[in-house]
């Protein structure tokens, strides 16, 4: 797994750069076959600290030592962490969002978080934004247990943010819209697409503490959340079990 993107098809890629060189951008859209056509303003892409939902203040507050950020997008975390004299890596399958982040005098590379040829160790893995969205689908869990075992330094830390997004199938009465026995609820099916621009269909995994925890433990791992978000989301963190 060490595929990037084709710069004709990243709309996200193409959204930064432009906000990037203009200071403004159009909208970029979002499909599921799951939801509704939605938005993802992108200024929020170019947030700074103040504009961060309290999960991410409290991940960058958390993060030490040497520090990848992963699917690292703009690179608004990054730079929070430069400028606090911190050591960072940031990463991403977008050509054009590294181009922005390395502009931004981030040291940024185009690498696949899956690509096991990426082995460099890290004490701190932050991932926002849902960051372990890019695990796709819960059966990939395994996979990405065994790529942090691959690059986490010794007493190293991953730091992540997702959502229990179940509330999005509950109906008034309190029964669901889905079947819960079915396929793991937060597996999403997302399309993107910025003016001309179309992405490639792609997974999207949230998925809800106790979830993640089990799997966790399952792979050696421990999770502790260090945080509620405001909406049915947190922030936790992952250590291996010695
Ligand atoms: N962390 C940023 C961007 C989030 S959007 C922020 O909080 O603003 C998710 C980013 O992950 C996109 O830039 C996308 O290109 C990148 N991405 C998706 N799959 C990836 C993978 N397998 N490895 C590395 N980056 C990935």
């Not at 949230?206 to 049915?232: N, P, R, V, W």
Request: net charge negative.
């Amino acid at each position: 797994m060490n595929i990037t993107l084709d710069t004709q098809k990243d709309p996200m890629g193409a959204a930064i750069a432009e906000y990037y060189a203009k200071g403004k951008a159009a909208k970029l859209r979002v499909f599921s076959s799951q939801f509704y056509e939605d938005e993802i303003p992108v200024d929020t892409l170019f947030r700074d600290f103040d504009e961060m939902p309290p999960q991410e203040q409290e991940a960058l507050r958390l993060c030490r030592g040497r520090v990848l950020d992963v699917g690292a997008g703009s690179g608004c975390h990054s730079l929070q962490l430069m400028n606090r004299g911190m050591e960072v890596v940031a990463i991403d399958i977008s050509q054009l969002s590294v181009d922005v982040m390395k502009q931004r005098g981030i040291d940024a590379r185009v690498v696949n978080f899956f690509d096991k040829t990426f082995d460099e160790k890290f004490d701190t893995i932050l991932m926002a934004m849902n960051g372990i969205g890019i695990v796709g689908k819960i059966e990939r869990l395994p996979q990405f247990f065994m790529r942090l075992k691959q690059i986490l330094a010794p007493g190293g830390q991953v730091l992540l943010d997702s959502s229990d997004i179940r509330y999005v199938f509950e109906e008034e009465d309190g029964s669901f819209s889905i079947n819960l026995a079915g396929a793991y609820y937060g597996e999403i099916d997302y399309r993107m697409q910025y003016r001309g621009i179309k992405g490639e269909p792609f997974d999207w995994l949230y998925i809800d503490f106790d979830t993640l925890s089990m799997y966790a433990e399952q792979y050696g791992f421990k999770a502790e959340k260090c945080l509620d978000g405001d909406h049915y989301d947190y922030l936790a963190r992952l250590t291996i079990n010695v």
